[in-house]
């Protein structure tokens, strides 16, 4: 691309373009910027992300910077916008895509997401198994409750779910 | 005296939310000759007309005043609904009590109304002393002149000519066509342009009721609405139309290269050249600026001469004023194109690759400088990237404030059309202020380019700069990412926006038509006649009305030829008994009237009944009741009929007067 940002003399990543291209063509081609997902962004009142500008930002190739920021890691998935959209396109998708592009290439996660793949691979939950506190302040395990014990998961499990992950391109 | 009934109508809140309506019609009751005064919702709709025509026959009205929007409204609605009454429609007056008072004061409504009363009161002083009056019937030629052989003036010469009128169709350049012959495709549909026009320019070549007159002008326009006497200049071509074949071998031996203006400058033509390539009349022209032998005498080159075949050169033609008689004019004039050049930070004409949008059809068009190829005019390379530039000379204060209506669409087509010649590889670039797609699916259009990888910016660049690698250098700041980015394009085209043409000043005072303030040819009323000029007779076409794309001037165009059909079919039409009259008593054939008339509608006569003198005379027909001559009559010879001294001047006594002496 003959393309530079004057302010950081970013260029754009022309094979990550492509390959996001690839897999996201319609949602990147048909955003023509109302920013009616930005307007509804339940992430954007708290934590600024601006699905609009993401979307302008992906689509010129500028992918680096939003991998390497937070931003990307703080969408709720609440999918207003996708349900939302007048043409039809899904932010949500491109930002799973950046995500799954930033751990590709190890690029900084938030802890929590890293905890809550390893708490996947130790007991297959996405929670952690907690402890219920009654009133009088008494805690209770699932035991003394009398719930069934959760099994911890098999190897093939953990085998599956590591090569899911490896093998997910975007 | 005559019984008056006045009638004051709310128009929804447009009036009464201003105006006391109640108090007005209170205060109307108690003038003198008010015999019934009302006050109605809409006056203007079914049961408001009812009201008054049933009070016209319960009260024997003889005099109605409708004190509701301004005249220009709703004056013609009413006269009917009078004469249907059995009232003589010219005994009515209109009140505007809307532009003139309720939305004027729309802040102040206790002034307001009284305003509004005091209006009423001027309307019912002059109500009181108006006259019968008959609308005249005159005769019309059923011939139409048509200005201007692009696709408006096409579409409204073959609509005219296939309803049985003759026509003569005048076009200043060599070959009908206009602009729409020089583009490639158009858009929404990418039909080839060439596809659509040419065959309808050969059905008006080919039509036995158009008469084509090519190279010629409109020098002079007389007459008046149905009878109109128009000169046209026919410039010399020398060539005989009538002999020469087309054949171009003529072109082939001209010595003299000059730039192609068809092709916009991108390409050479010479002296002697055929206009386009699907002109019509395909026919030869000299260029009398660069032919050698009209530049220096009869025995420089003359090579064409010798080659051609058809023996159809003539160097002696000399230009010809043909005279025609016409019912009614279309101005089918057109625009052109904004100049780029006008505004230096963009480079245009310094740095060859920037090229405005009408140039890029002419290197995309087949028929065109590169066979269609889209390649730099610098390197004779395709570009590897392009951008495109909108609002050039359109929505900018300095230059022109509307938006053009066309460049978001052209600049997407073309986009599209890059995409499809030059393949995945090539970048390209709209920077867009906003994005404009608002005709039949031309949204669908702009969702078509955006799958084709087309990148949007949002701003729209400062300056154009040469990169040292010889590239073009383009600033823009992105508003949506909130980055300044820099783009080395290739090209760089300039989507120039449609501008008033560089005759309209000429134009307008030939035909009497006036311009709007954006430049373009004025219209009678920009929504209830968008095809009428305020000159009886003289219709607009096309874009030279204001920028249109190629549906909304066909369909503008066949407007205006049916607003001509309806004109002149009947044979003679009805017009306003609004005229000067001349009491040839008082007339002391000073002239001062025939020399102030804007019309050319007095002439003074030689009257020898009592003895030789002048009599100043009105010519009814031109006569448009504008009223100048009975103002400026030393001897007050002269009556303007519906406008009376005495009309008037009651009107101005009923606006002095102290209120209370004019209640009985």
């Not at chain 2, 003038?31 to 009201?51: F, N, T, W």
């Not at chain 2, 012959?181 to 039909?191: C, G």
């Not at chain 2, 609002?391 to 599209?416: N, P, T, W």
């Not at chain 2, 990888?453 to 823009?476: H, K, M, Q, W, Y």
Request: hydrophobic share 40%; net charge neutral; proline share 5%.
């Amino acid at each position: 691309m003959s393309l530079v940002d004057l302010m950081s003399m970013a260029k754009p990543n022309e094979e990550l373009r492509k390959k996001i291209l690839q897999k996201l063509h319609e949602e990147l081609a048909y955003c023509f910027q109302c920013a009616k997902c930005t307007s509804g962004c339940t992430a954007f009142k708290l934590l600024e992300l601006v699905p609009h500008e993401i979307m302008r930002l992906t689509k010129l190739g500028f992918i680096e910077e939003l991998i390497t920021s937070e931003i990307i890691w703080t969408c709720a998935t609440c999918l207003k916008c996708v349900e939302r959209c007048p043409q039809n396109v899904s932010p949500y998708h491109v930002i799973i895509a950046l995500r799954n592009i930033a751990v590709k290439q190890e690029a900084k996660i938030p802890e929590a997401y890293l905890k809550a793949v390893s708490q996947i691979l130790e007991t297959g939950l996405a929670q952690t198994i907690e402890k219920v506190t009654t009133k009088k302040m008494e805690s209770l395990d699932r035991q003394k409750l009398h719930l069934p014990e959760i099994k911890h998961p098999t190897e093939t499990f953990r085998t599956t779910f590591l090569k899911i992950l490896e093998g997910h391109e975007l | 005296m005559p019984n008056i009934g006045v009638y004051v109508c709310h128009c929804g809140l447009n009036i009464a939310g201003t105006v006391d309506v109640e108090r007005v019609v209170e205060y109307a009751k108690n003038l003198p000759d008010v015999i019934v005064a009302k006050h109605y919702k809409y006056i203007c709709s079914e049961p408001g007309q009812r009201m008054i025509q049933e009070d016209i026959q319960a009260y024997g009205l003889e005099r109605v005043v409708i004190a509701a929007c301004s005249p220009r409204m709703h004056e013609e609605t009413f006269r009917k609904t009078v004469a249907e009454a059995g009232l003589n429609p010219y005994l009515l007056e209109v009140v505007n009590l809307r532009e003139h008072c309720s939305w004027a004061h729309s802040d102040q409504p206790e002034k307001a109304t009284e305003k509004a009363k005091e209006l009423v009161r001027m309307g019912v002083a002059r109500a009181r002393l108006l006259e019968p009056l008959e609308k005249r019937v005159i005769s019309v030629e059923k011939k139409v002149l048509v200005v201007g052989g692009g696709i408006a003036g096409i579409e409204a010469s073959l609509d005219l000519a296939n309803a049985g009128f003759k026509v003569y169709l005048v076009e200043k350049a060599p070959s009908i066509g206009g602009r729409m012959a020089q583009l490639d495709k158009t858009f929404p549909t990418l039909d080839c342009s060439a596809c659509i026009l040419t065959p309808k320019m050969v059905d008006v070549a080919k039509h036995p009721n158009i008469k084509l007159l090519t190279n010629a002008e409109v020098t002079n326009v007389s007459g008046f609405v149905g009878n109109y006497e128009v000169t046209v200049l026919k410039k010399p071509r020398y060539v005989d139309e009538d002999k020469c074949v087309g054949c171009g071998l003529c072109t082939e031996v001209c010595p003299v290269e000059i730039p192609d203006k068809f092709n916009e400058g991108l390409s050479q033509t010479h002296a002697i050249s055929i206009y386009s390539p699907h002109a019509v009349p395909k026919v030869a022209i000299i260029n009398p600026e660069h032919c050698l032998r009209l530049k220096y005498g009869k025995e420089v080159c003359g090579k064409c001469l010798k080659t051609c075949e058809a023996k159809a050169i003539n160097f002696e033609q000399q230009p010809e004023n043909i005279q025609l008689k016409v019912g009614a004019i279309i101005l089918a004039v057109g625009a052109d194109v904004f100049d780029a050049a006008k505004i230096p930070e963009l480079g245009y004409g310094r740095f060859k690759n920037v090229i405005s949008n009408i140039q890029f059809e002419r290197i995309s068009d087949a028929s065109g400088p590169t066979g269609g190829k889209i390649l730099c005019p610098e390197t004779g390379k395709p570009p590897r990237s392009i951008v495109f530039i909108q609002c050039v000379g359109s929505r900018d204060k300095r230059f022109h404030e509307y938006c053009c209506r066309v460049g978001c669409m052209i600049s997407l087509k073309q986009a599209i059309l890059a995409r499809e010649k030059l393949g995945g590889d090539v970048e390209i670039y709209i920077c867009y202020n906003d994005i404009r797609a608002f005709g039949k699916g031309y949204e669908e259009f702009y969702r078509r380019a955006r799958d084709l990888n087309i990148n949007f910016l949002a701003g729209i660049p400062s300056e154009i700069r040469s990169a040292p690698d010889g590239s073009l250098c383009v600033t823009v700041y992105e508003k949506v990412v909130n980055k300044l980015l820099e783009i080395h394009a290739d090209l760089v085209v300039l989507s120039c926006g449609i501008v008033p043409g560089k005759d309209f000043n000429k134009i307008s005072e030939t035909f009497h038509v006036s311009r709007s303030s954006d430049g373009f040819l004025l219209e009678a009323h920009p929504k209830l006649r968008p095809l009428e000029t305020s000159t009886a007779g003289i219709f607009l076409a096309g874009a030279c009305q204001g920028p249109k794309d190629i549906p909304d001037s066909v369909a503008h165009a066949s407007g205006a030829a049916a607003k001509v059909i309806e004109l002149l079919s009947k044979g003679e039409f009805e017009i306003e008994p609004l005229k000067a009259i001349v009491n040839p008593d008082f007339c002391s054939g000073c002239g001062i009237c025939e020399s102030i008339c804007p019309f050319d509608a007095i002439e003074m006569k030689a009257e020898t009944v009592n003895g030789e003198k002048l009599v100043a005379e009105v010519i009814e027909v031109k006569c448009q009741g504008c009223g100048t001559c009975a103002s400026a009559c030393p001897t007050h010879a002269i009556k303007m009929q519906h406008y009376t001294n005495e009309q008037i001047l009651a009107q101005v006594h009923a606006a002095l007067i102290a209120k209370q002496e004019m209640v009985k």
